[in-house]
């Protein structure tokens, strides 16, 4: 039996950088939160937000809001 090819996971690449990013992001909150100001707390939640929302656009192949 012959080893089975490997798939390229990234075949959705805008898709994969968006989550990364959301990740990076996420990971930094979860670090920094107990030092973070009020408006730091308020920025990085609309930006959470923000990220969330293009990963949604994004999977679902639409095109970038103006």
């Known amino acids: 039996m012959s080893p089975k090819p490997q798939v390229e996971r ?3 690449r805008p898709l994969r950088e968006v989550l990364d990013e ?3 992001h996420t990971r930094d ?3 920094r939160a107990k030092e973070m ?3 730091e707390l308020e920025y990085s939640q609309q930006r ?3 990220l ?3 990963v949604w656009r994004v999977a ?4 970038p809001e103006p």
């Open 37 to 39: 100001t009020p408006q």
């Open 52 to 54: 969330a929302d293009e």
């Open 29 to 31: 909150i979860a670090r």
């Open 60 to 63: 679902l192949g639409r095109e």
């Open 10 to 12: 990234r075949h959705n």
């Open 48 to 50: 959470l937000e923000w």
């Open 22 to 24: 959301l990740l990076q």
